[in-house]
């Protein structure tokens, strides 16, 4: 069984920071793009960033220059770093991974997703 686990969402006001993590675990062979989505009520869930195993980032055009992404491959972990907040960033963050996991002894390509963290930005 393959788990992620995000942390760090909460309350901050329009103009703070706030970090995003998001662990795996479980029986991985290796992880492709890890990518952070987020759904806002009402709205269809989007992509905010994404990065390869390689480093490679992508972002939305609504974040650029205000969110950074990063990985560490060793730990299995990305992280979400979210500067210069604003109320239409409130949502539910969702970390998801692209993977390849372990299932009776066969090595297989999955997407996994976490359950979700709470950001709220007050104006």
């Known amino acids: 069984q393959v788990q992620l686990v995000e942390s760090g969402g909460g309350l901050v006001q329009a103009g703070g920071s706030l970090r995003l993590s998001c662990a795996a675990s479980g029986s991985i062979f290796t992880i492709n793009a890890m990518d952070w989505y987020r759904q806002a009520p009402g709205k269809q869930r989007e992509l905010v960033a994404g990065i390869t195993s390689g480093g490679s980032t992508n972002y939305a055009d609504s974040v650029k220059g205000r969110f950074y992404i990063s990985r560490d491959n060793a730990k299995n972990t990305v992280n979400l770093q979210m500067n210069s907040l604003k109320p239409e960033d409130t949502a539910v963050y969702y970390c998801?991974?692209?993977?390849?996991?372990?299932?009776?002894?066969?090595?297989?390509?999955?997407?996994?997703w976490g359950q979700g963290t709470q950001v709220t930005v007050s104006s």
């Open positions: 998801h991974a692209d993977l390849y996991a372990y299932n009776s002894g066969i090595v297989s390509n999955r997407n996994y």
